[in-house]
């Protein structure tokens, strides 16, 4: 025992249209650790963190956060507690990365509330986090595709929250950059005790920086567990449909595999 | 490029710009005063507007030009709020009350209470304002698709737009005989406006201008779009649909004293973005500003430049707006 959980998802189902898009979903997510979701595409991993962060209502099942059913909270509590950084947050906007960082505080407060000094010095935190002094009066839509994440990243650590929820933070970028923003991810939750809950498609990736990992497959959970309990030749033959090579990666301690070919009866599956 | 803010983003020079704005503002609303028929220099306006002095130069400035040049002043904020609320929650940098049918909305069932239940005259901003929120509800719908679609949002309020204004056009001829300066209010005109219609408007202008300035930051977190508007704690539907009615209230009332006044929910906005970004906190006081000044230049030129004869104020809005537009599209 010991272990806290921070999240509860009990028993979730969420439909599109008659059709479930994830059914029967249960995990708990470990307090103060980094979690990470992998699966193949159209498994939703994107419906479940949508969910979670309240933007897609499930039609059974319930969402606690610390004890706490989601959908029953103010709005603003909630963004006080947990941030999220979607996937498509690249509207051409012309804010400035100080701007956006700002927004970040709008739930810690309302018009008879609110410090000015505490928000300034924790917008300007965010920014030392995250490394973006320097760019901090720039336009966002002028930033590179990695300084443009951190700088999302940045406006969902102005929040204070306790867990992180990011979808696939690390798509459309190069690998320099991608590696950049999973070390800033594992730093918050070494340095600032945030919990991470992360969707990866990259799965040596998630294997590498989170503490657990849960599987994904036909919109159901088929596997959590520690790193070694995942990467084993029957979840990647089963899951992802590949054949792979696994070896230790000394460095960190951890599984890391390459696909060797297409398992057979999977080829032409596609489409 | 350097990390300097640049000037666009100062505070200043934000500042001064809007400063600079009621400054023409004023400057129009003395001009709009004294041009006409009788043309007045200002010693001889503010004595007439501060004692009554029975001459007619008091009768022109105080029954016909001063609350004309005020209700300009007033159906162009409105009308440029409007539309930069719209924009805003729509997506879309061409929505505009006009273009995207909302003020048809207002304007069919304005229309009717005032052709056909000339008695229940007094209701007539209100029944517009359900009009107006009619003709907005009915974009949403079909511009809804798993979010807000820019494009159809567009497509909608064309369609939108017609319909509504066919309803208008149909009112009209059918009851031909009943309606004065049916022409007028097709094009949206001050003609003949006074007081009565300043009442009418005022308190909209007032209780909008107050909110939009207080939740001008909502508005601001809102177009970052909807799930990340919802991470940061704000109740997505409650702001969308509270500034659409905001927006469709604003436009209502302007439309059932002065007609379909088009344009100036398009041009206001996107020059303020031009001149100051897209930060609401500055652009809904800008665009108020902004929006009164155009509609008053615009309407003592409408006014004097063909003088005796006197063209509807929104033609002249047209001939600014249209040019407007297509630049807008071809950017």
Redesign the interface.
Known sequence: MGKEFILDIEDVNVSYKDKNVIEEINLQIPKGKIVAVVGPNGCGKTTLI?TI???IKPNKGKILLNGENIFKMK??????K?????Q??T?S????VK?LVQ??R??HKS?WKGSEIEDSKIINWAIKMTKLD??????IN?LSGGERQRAWIA??LA?KPEILLLDEPTTYLDIAHQLEILELISKLNKEEGITILMVLHDINHAVRFSDELIVLKDRRVVRQGDPWMIIESEVLQEVFHVEAEIIMDRENHRPIFYATKVQNEHKGDEK | ?E????LK?KKGYKISIIVIIALLLVFGFILGNAKGTISLNVERIFEVIMNDDGSSDRMVIWNIRLPRMILAALVGCNLALSGAILQGVMKNPLADPSIIGISSGAGLFAIVILVIFPQYQHLVPLVAFCGAMLAAIIIYILAWKGGIQPTRVILAGVAVSALFGAGISGTLVLFSDRVHGALTFMNGSLSSRSWPEVQTILPYTIIGMILVV?FA?KL??L??????A??????VEVTRIGFTALAALMAASAVSVVGLLGFVGLIVPHSVRLLL???YKYMFPASALLGATLVIFSDTFARTVFSPVEIPVGIVMAVLGAPFFLYLLRR
């Open positions: 949508r962060s309240r933007s709005i603003k509590y909630l963004a006080r947990m941030a999220v950084l979607s498509n947050n509207n906007n012309d804010v400035t701007n927004y970040g709008f739930s018009w320097a760019l901090s009066h720039r336009k002028t406006m969902a929040q | 490029m990390n300097e803010e640049s983003d207080i930051n601001n977190i177009v970052l779009g909807d799930d990340v919802r991470g940061l704690g704000l109740n970004g897209n930060d």
